[in-house]
Each structure stands twice: as structure tokens, then as C-alpha cells.
């Protein structure tokens, strides 16, 4: 069934996305395919940065997470669209600023962080550091003063929430492997030692609680944590933070039941919540910073697969093999995620089965869904699986030798490749 907006039914019976055919794109650029309507990811861009400019203290900004989907058309979308960038490996900075992207717009994730990947974000300019804990403050601190430069960073905390059950909840969340406990009593004291330190300039705070949240509660108390947080570090330190990052996690409707959540609201919501905790704290209103990656590209995705075979077992499951699979989009083999699907080249006929559709590669646990309901798969068919813009191409690999698909980006009902098909020669290019 096709539940967002931006997906119809052609003349010709085929499914069109953006108003663009998709059996067309199939046969012009081939399949697996990934096909992103950048004209809703610029506008999802433009939400969130509305909203924020809006409903939050002056300075206030979302961050593209870009590890969803990072190549250089989003970069310069995110650019153009007036967000900043999250990165979280050299990589990811190296894709961004071979973009053109504004460095001083750039903020630099990451648990691991190498003194090789430290030092290029350093020397790069980057607006700032996400420091994971007091080794790594120590590390960026020791790193500046070798090279005569100074850094913004931002401490990552761990408030211990639970997102989806909309509960602090102190053990259990906070022994994560990201960040420094707030419950603990950890991360006040990291604050101390950060403050001390010669060629960093703590500018706040960073912490992210989850994923697919469908509502304001979560990031409210996520509030409640932080403004308690930093009230207890002015008491402390006489320290008052100016940015709080408050992360990611804007839910995506992946199927059909499923509502897309009010993030305009959230936002709005989150600005009510802060003021009235500025407030009662007597605390000057920090920038707000949030980093939504799912939010921005998941629904403005799909990939084009053609059918290759169609089995099946009596008593048992339909198969369709498609010619892609875990290679482009791991996410049903990692986490069971659940995607809906729909034949594009016979987009118009009933949901009448249900269907496993298989990947191609030598794993059995290779499947994009189970039981997925669709109209009877033929061999040949074109297929298109749903919101598939976020973490699938950032995810992808080869395996079994498998060339990675290219990306088409759609644009005022034109197509344009923004990441051209791997070739086999790729494919070998790094063996000697
Ligand atoms: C993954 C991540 C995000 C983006 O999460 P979404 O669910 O895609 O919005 C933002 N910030 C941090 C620190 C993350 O790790």
C-alpha cells in the first residue's frame, strides 16, 4: 500500500515517485537502484530548520546526521538548505568538505575517535568536536596545543532515558558504549577536568537517546535531565553552557499503519518545555542544536530491484529473488526492520499475497522482509521497496563481490545520478 505522499500510480499503471516514472529510471540507469526524491528531502530540510529558527533560543540549528545518507549532493543540499553537518569518521568530513561544505558548520561524532581522525577535523577548522569522554578531551587538548590551534567541543553525556518507554531510567541506558553517565555523578566530574584544560573551549553539551521517536515526550525529559545537569555544573563551576545538543531520532512511518510523527510540533513543543526550564533555573537559554538523519531522507527513498525468480514452497513461504539484497539495504538481516514494497511495473493490481523477498547473496538470513504483502511477483517485474532512504546505501557493502547501485536524485521531475554504479573493476580496484 502506498502510504506517503510523494508515491502514485501512473497512466501506464506504474509506480511514480516525485511524479516520476519508476519502470523509466529502472531501464534507463538498471537495477538495484536507488532512487532519493530530493525535492522532499530539501523540504523536510527546510522543516526542521523553520521550526527550530522559530521555536528555539537565537542560534539554534539543526545538524544533517549524515551518516543516514552521505555523499557529496547531500552535503551541498544540506549546504544550500542552510543546516549544519554531523560526520562521524574521516570519511564522512572528507565527503563534506569535498562537497564545499562550510567547516566551521561541521560537528564531529564518534566513540573512537583516532588522533589521525582528530587531528584532520582539527586542522580542518571543523565548528566542533563531540569529545565521548575525558580521555578523548585530554587527547583533543593535547592534540591542539602540539598544533597551535584551539577547539570548540561539546562533552557527550548520557541523561538515562529510555525513548521508547518514556522513563529515566538511571542503570541499564547509561551503561552504553557511547558518552558519560549524567546519573552517575560522571559526567559533572568530566566537566571539571574539561574546564581545565588549556587549548579547548567547552561549549556545551551533547546527547542523543535513541531513534524512531514519534513524539516530544522523550526529548522533554531529555530536557528535564539536561537543565538539571546544567544547573548542577554553573553550582558547581560557575559554568554556563551556551549550545545543548539534544541529538537525533525523529521517527519515519516505515509502514503503513504507522502515522509520520508532527515534527514541526515536537520542535515546537521542546521550545515551550526549555523556556519554561530556563526559567525556573534562572538559566540563559542555550542554542539548541538536533541532528535528524532518518527524519530528513528514510521517506524520500526507494530501491528498484528486478525480479529474477519466483518460488513456492508448498505450505510454505513465496520467494521472490531479487537482484540486490543485504549488499544495499542490511537492515532486515541487522535488525528485523520492517519495509513495505510494491511492483512498480504493475503498481494498480491488489496486495492479493504475501511474499518473502529474497537478496542474492549466499546467506539464507539475505532477505529484505518476510511475508511483505504484494500482488503475485513474475519474473522480470521491477519491485520498489519503501523508505529506503536512510541507512541503507550508508550501510551497504560488497559482499559476494556484489557492485554497489548507483543513486538517483529527482528534482523538479528531472533525474540526475548523484553516485554512479560500482563496476566490477571497482569492485578489484583495491587488490594488488
Ligand atoms: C545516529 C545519530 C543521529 C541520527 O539519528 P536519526 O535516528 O537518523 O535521526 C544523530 N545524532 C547522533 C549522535 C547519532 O548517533
Redesign the pocket.
Known sequence: MLHQPNLTVNAAGHLALGGVDTVALAEKYGTPLYVLDEDMIRSRMGLYKTAMTACLPAGSRPLY?S??MCCKALCRAAMEEGMGL?TVSAGELYTALAAGFPPSGICC?GNAKTDEELRYAIQSRVGCIVADGEQELARIDRLCGQMGLRQSVLLRVTPGIDPHTFAAVNTGVVDVKFGVPVPTGQALAVTGAALKMPHIDLEGFHC?IG??IFDAGPFRLEVDVMLSFLDSVRRAYGYTAGVLNL????AVPYEPGESAPDCGGMIRQVGEHLAALCRQYDYPAPAVMM?????IVAAAGITLYTVQNVKTVPGGSTYAAVDGGMGDNPRYALYRARHSAVLASRAGEPEDCAVTIAGRCCESGDLIGENVPLHMPQAGDILAVLVTG?YTYSMASNYNRVPRPPVVALRGGQDRLIVRRETLQDVAALDL
Open positions: 546526521a551518516k543516514a554531523d561524532h542523543h531513534s524512531q541529538g537525533g531520532g525523529f541532528e535528524p538523519g532518518r527524519g536512510a
